[in-house]
């Protein structure tokens, strides 16, 4: 998606640069879901700086992706809020997304066994 | 992201319309607040329609603000109370179309319910939006 290279500053390095994506299509695979519970959640989910813009754009880009549907739900204590669901190409997107966090949880799990390895003999080296 | 908007000016005016009163309408509807200024507005249209809108977000507001649907203070702008009124009632009549009941959820007093003739005729009835199930056709 060439809409959202990332949210500045949300990721610190530690997270994939799209981890939005799985993160929201994760969240609306589990139901539908209005714009600022999204945002709390994947504030919790560790993208911190997320920001209510990126997340409309992100939002909108995924709808004209057809990776999500919305509506306005009409609500009788407040104003409308927009309800999103996600799709069935969504969730092909999401099954996608989730197997190339597989693959990337195995190049840094390999990664990390040879650091532990390499650790393990230093330290049985040292007198 | 290629912009999605169209090439001539006078439906370019009426999409970015509807993206500005969108951005307003979700801001308001998610409790973000209701005043923005036009660095809020760009911040939610996205980077990649600067290009485009950038010279022409003020005047698209301008028009808002001409036609009533926006206040504008300064460099802040909010939804008027017309746009307020016309939007819950434009989403309220959305809402109705979605939870309107399907050809098999008609009551048992519809016309459509006493034959397969007649569920056929409801049905292409109802898709030209002239029949309320449960109702009879004059």
Redesign the interface.
Known sequence: MSTMSGLPGDTNGTLPRHYLKPCLLLLLAEGPSHGYELLEHVRRMGIKGAEPGGLYRYLRAMEKEEMVSSWWEPSQAGPARRTYVLTEHGRKGLNESVQSLRDVREILVTLLDRYDTLSTRAGASRP | ?TS?APKSEQLRVLYWRSEILQ?L????????GDLVDIG?IR????V?VLGEVQENLSTYLDLLVADGSLVGDGDWYALSERA?AD??A???T??TD?VRPVLSECNDECWCQTSAAEAEACARARHASDHEPGKAIT
């Open positions: 992201m999605s951005v309408y979700w801001l308001h509807g998610e409790g973000l809020l911040t939610y249209l996205g990649e307020l939007g819950e434009q989403m309220a959305a809402f979605l």
